[in-house]
């Protein structure tokens, strides 16, 4: 059961090579440009189910925004908790990444908190330099296990760099592949997005949430261990929330679902009724 929740956890934060549209794919430059808004102090948080079993919960958060030599950036963080009681769970991470204005990463940690110390992986990306600087090891007390770098020719996306790039394209009508760098790998990630808007329901609310849909596949082990195949719906707004997640793994399918929210003078847009 530990497992499949690994698997689960942050279905939104990572996408792999996968194309059943017909659509022309991107190439991995692009000229930014969304609507959409990200706002400081938004917190989303989500329930994590298997069938009729609750495993646990998600957070992400929107922690601050900066300005540094005219760019933008946003520092963002997320926190997987597994509910106390499930058998053969105790899952507590935490992983944190810094975006620019195009939301790929500069800056990505991730914390493990295992039985007897918490681990950590960070992920410096200087593009200036057009290297990355790993580090990896453990807290209390301090002891490095990695120190060393890599080449960065292009911008990267990281697990949770990916979100909120998926937030900024949602309901675009376009296939992107975009450079990620997972677990110390370079990936390639393919995205399909979709225009089309159709009702999402969920207990948040009592109305149809009106969405747009994503999916991809994931043939490489990103964080949480997500990988294979999924789906993705985003509200149909400025703020492009993410809503559900489904995804398949060996045992059945997981759902990951908006359970609420902390964002102001926000609410899940209503889906017309037909």
């Not at 991995?28 to 808004?37: A, C, D, G, L, Q």
């Not at 601050?64 to 597994?82: A, C, F, H, L, V």
């Not at 990505?108 to 039985?115: A, S």
């Not at 009106?210 to 991809?216: F, S, V």
């Amino acid at each position: 059961m530990k497992r499949v929740f690994i698997f689960l956890l942050f279905p939104f934060f990572a996408f792999t090579p996968f194309n059943k549209s017909n659509k022309n794919i991107t190439s991995f430059e692009y000229n930014f440009f969304s609507n959409k808004k990200l706002q400081v102090g938004e917190e989303l948080t989500y329930e994590v189910s298997y069938s009729f079993i609750k495993l646990g919960e998600i957070k992400i958060i929107v922690r601050n925004q900066r300005i540094e030599n005219g760019k933008t950036y946003y520092s963002t963080i997320g926190y997987i908790d597994s509910y106390s009681g499930v058998p053969f769970v105790d899952l507590h991470q935490i992983y944190a990444s810094t975006l620019n204005s195009e939301y790929y990463s500069v800056f990505f940690r991730g914390l493990v908190r295992d039985k007897d110390y918490t681990t950590y992986t960070d992920y410096n990306f200087n593009y200036k330099k057009s290297i990355i600087h790993i580090k990896k090891g453990k807290l209390q007390p301090p002891e490095l296990w990695t120190d060393s770098t890599t080449s960065a020719l292009r911008e990267y996306q990281d697990g949770l760099s990916l979100l909120y790039y998926a937030r900024m394209h949602s309901g675009e009508s376009e296939t992107v592949n975009l450079p990620c760098f997972v677990k110390e790998k370079k990936e390639n990630t393919l995205i399909n997005f979709y225009p089309n808007v159709t009702g999402v329901t969920i207990d948040a609310v009592n109305y149809p949430v009106a969405c747009t849909h994503l999916d991809g596949e994931m043939k490489f082990i990103s964080i949480f261990g997500l990988t294979g195949y999924f789906e993705g719906w985003f509200t149909n707004d400025d703020a492009a929330v993410p809503v559900v997640a489904k995804m398949k793994v060996i045992i059945g399918n997981i759902r990951v679902e908006l359970k609420s929210w902390k964002r102001d003078g926000w609410m899940p847009p209503r889906y017309p009724k037909s």
